[in-house]
């Protein structure tokens, strides 16, 4: 079995509804949806427009500073690096511009400025001398690296050339990561010398590890091919090679993003400069965009409860809304059911008076008479062969004649409408309703004028309801007249059907009355219980029998309305005009 | 005592009139108001039966012209009940007594006519 879902609204199946003049005056159903859709695109469009930017503009806001963090540390940083490595340079210098060449050859005051630097630095491992042949005649430190000829290094180049060298970090014989400082120092015979030292590695890792890195990040020294020069906690001990592609060298700190697996790194970058080392800064961003991602859950949450609400809200607003308007409309409808039957009662009702004067005056006649003809029998002696008894009861057969002919038209006039249609002879249909009329308009002297020109054709229509048409337009036509006033109707042929013409002497229609005569329950004559259908009736009738019905007045002078039937059956017989 | 009946139906105004006389009290009639204003200006009527519905001068206004002519002249309405609305104008005008409703009683029109003139 069917069963309507409990929530459906009324107006949502209308099958059953009624078509033509009662049907609807909406698609309840579009309308509805209409109103949803324009009030959910009106609402949540703007609302979708502000979160897609928010989101976005957020979102931009984080990663700048995000940017400008990393920067900062790595600024910060390489200040620290390269002030670190410029002390140990500029120490060097000062050693070779306090000592002669000489001095510095003799292995105790080596030994005893080494113990200075020592005290002072605490990572210079050993000094050395090297003249300008390459050969290290003097050395102090923990290893025999006397007499080592470095002529044919690379470093020893370097440090000829631009008077400076500051090597990669290296093992060397300790084992231990460490890296070299030589500087030249020039004598005044045209010759020079090189003092070279050996530099642990603690302090730099010390300066490397102690600046805390956000978001899980990591801070080291790799050379230009990638390899560590400290320790990394991403990617493990100092000479272990990064697995990352080395940034492009840039002049000033960098900031780049690179994906790393499945994971976004944002890496900030610095090349120091104459040193071989390049600085980095290597962070998680997911880590670091962790809180604003929580942020944005929590807030699409609550953005999605509260496009539900607005969801919730607009369905049910717009089907209480629609559902109101169905039933105002079902309440016209009905409304305009029961006027119209109002109508036709008050219609029946008119009828009936009239047709109740009508049979009265026959019947008194024959009460009358056969009244006297009793009075004749009981208070006359003579009645046998009396010619005048003859007479009344031919008299009463008259009036008997006249009540029959009265309620043959009833009948004729009175029968339902079924919609049964017929060959109808225009004249004819005016000439039933006049006989009802006519004894309205012989009381208040009204000249009724009917004239049916010849080869008016006949029409096809319903008896009835043509009927109903022409008793509207009568009935409206003497309410609008004064007693002796004057009606004409007139039949004639026009190209393509006939047109009945009826004109009143009546006190007219203003006009901007008689623009909307035709409407439902318009109605002047409220006082004299007009219902406003007649003529919105007469006009639908009209229509339903194919034809138009147009309209022209002027106040003080009449009303003329005129018919157009179209023709359905060849021009009937002449027809004699009568007034 | 003299009735004047007016009634646009010949043979109503007729039959009735003879009936009263048949009944000794003499009946005269009339087919328009414009012959019952010519009858009572030549003959004296104790009462006019006016029947309310007739073409030109109804029984309404032919009872006031009636009585501008003779003042002393009583009056009863005769109607078809045709039309509400006329009858409720005469009723609440002469009063519903004065009132006989077609087809009538004989007996009953006698009887109120003399109501009418023991007043």
């Known amino acids: 079995m069917h069963r309507r879902f409990a929530l459906r609204p009324l107006f949502w199946s209308l099958e059953g509804e009624p078509v033509g003049p009662y049907r609807p005056l909406f698609h309840f159903r579009r309308l509805w949806k209409t109103a949803v859709l324009l009030t959910l695109f009106v609402v949540l469009s703007p609302l979708g427009f502000m979160a897609v930017v928010d989101h976005r503009l957020s979102r931009e806001v984080i990663e700048r500073d995000i940017h400008y963090q990393t920067m900062r540390l790595v600024a910060n940083t390489r200040q620290n690096i390269t002030f670190f490595l410029s002390e140990r340079k500029s120490s060097l210098a000062f050693i070779e511009r306090d000592n002669t060449y000489e001095g510095l050859s003799q292995p105790l005051r080596l030994t005893a400025l080494l113990d200075t630097l020592q005290k002072s630095f605490g990572d210079f491992t050993d000094l050395g001398v090297v003249n300008a042949e390459g050969l290290q005649h003097t050395y102090v430190g923990p290893y025999t690296l006397g007499g080592i000829n470095y002529r044919d290094e690379e470093w020893f180049q370097v440090a000829r050339e631009t008077g400076i060298y500051i090597s990669e970090v290296f093992l060397g014989f300790r084992r231990q990561p460490h890296l070299v400082v030589a500087v030249k120092d020039d004598l005044p015979n045209g010759s020079f010398y090189i003092l070279r030292t050996s530099i642990g590695l603690n302090t730099l890792n010390r300066i490397l590890g102690e600046l805390e890195v956000s978001g899980q990040g990591d801070l080291f020294l790799v050379n230009r091919e990638g390899v560590l020069q400290t320790p990394s906690r991403m990617f493990g001990p100092a000479l272990e090679k990064i697995p990352l592609r080395m940034p492009p060298y840039a002049d000033w700190i960098q900031v780049i993003e690179e994906a790393y697996g499945s994971e976004t790194l944002v890496i900030g970058y610095a090349y120091i400069p104459d040193t071989p080392f390049v600085l980095l800064a290597v962070k998680n961003k997911a880590n670091l965009m962790a809180s604003w991602q929580k942020s944005r859950r929590e807030w699409s949450f609550f953005l999605a409860g509260s496009v539900f609400a607005i969801v919730l809200v607009i369905l049910g607003v717009s089907t209480h809304l629609v559902n109101q308007i169905y039933l105002a409309d079902r309440q016209r409808t009905a409304m305009l059911h029961h006027m119209e039957y109002a109508n036709k009662m008050a219609s029946l009702g008119r009828l009936s008076a009239g047709i109740a004067h009508e049979i009265n005056n026959p019947l008194a006649i024959i009460n009358e008479k056969a009244g006297l003809i009793r009075d004749l029998f009981l208070l006359k002696k003579d009645y046998a062969e009396d010619p005048k008894l003859l007479a009344l009861v031919d008299s009463i057969h008259k009036s008997v004649e006249r009540c029959s002919r009265i309620t043959r038209r009833l009948l004729h006039f009175a029968r339902p409408s079924e919609g049964r249609v017929e060959e109808l002879q225009i004249g004819e249909v005016i000439e039933e309703v006049l006989g009802f009329l006519g004894k309205e308009a012989e009381h208040r002297s009204i000249r009724v004028s009917v004239a049916v020109a010849p080869g008016t054709p006949m029409i096809r229509a319903d008896r009835g309801r043509m009927q109903e048409i022409f008793l509207n337009l009568v009935d409206n036509a003497f309410g609008a007249m004064e007693d002796g006033g004057r009606l004409e109707i007139e039949a004639r042929p026009v190209e393509g059907g006939l047109q009945v013409r009826v004109a009143d002497n009546g006190c007219g229609i203003p006009a901007a009355d008689l623009q909307r005569i035709f409407e439902p329950f318009f109605t002047t004559k409220d006082e004299r219980g007009g219902t406003g259908l007649g003529l919105s009736i007469t006009y639908g009738l009209v229509e339903e029998a194919g034809g138009r019905i147009e309209v022209s007045s002027e106040v003080g002078k009449g009303t003329e309305f005129r018919l157009f039937f179209p023709m359905t059956a060849p021009p009937a017989r002449p027809k004699e005009s009568r007034t | ?119």
């Open chain 2, 1 to 119: 005592m003299k009735i004047l009946i007016v009634d646009d139906e010949e043979e109503l105004a007729s039959t009735l009139a003879e009936r009263l006389s048949l009944r000794g009290i003499d009946g005269r009639y009339a087919l328009s108001g414009d012959e019952a204003l010519r009858l009572a200006t030549e003959e004296h009527f104790d009462v006019a039966v006016l029947d309310i519905k007739m073409p030109k001068l109804g029984g309404i206004q032919l009872k006031q012209r009636l009585q501008e002519l003779r003042p002393g002249m009583r009056f009863l309405f005769l109607t078809g009940h045709g039309s509400d609305r006329d009858f409720e104008a005469g009723v609440t005008e002469v009063g519903e007594k004065y009132y006989l409703v077609k087809p009538l009683d004989i007996e009953q029109l006698i009887a109120k006519i003399r109501d009418l003139l023991r007043r």
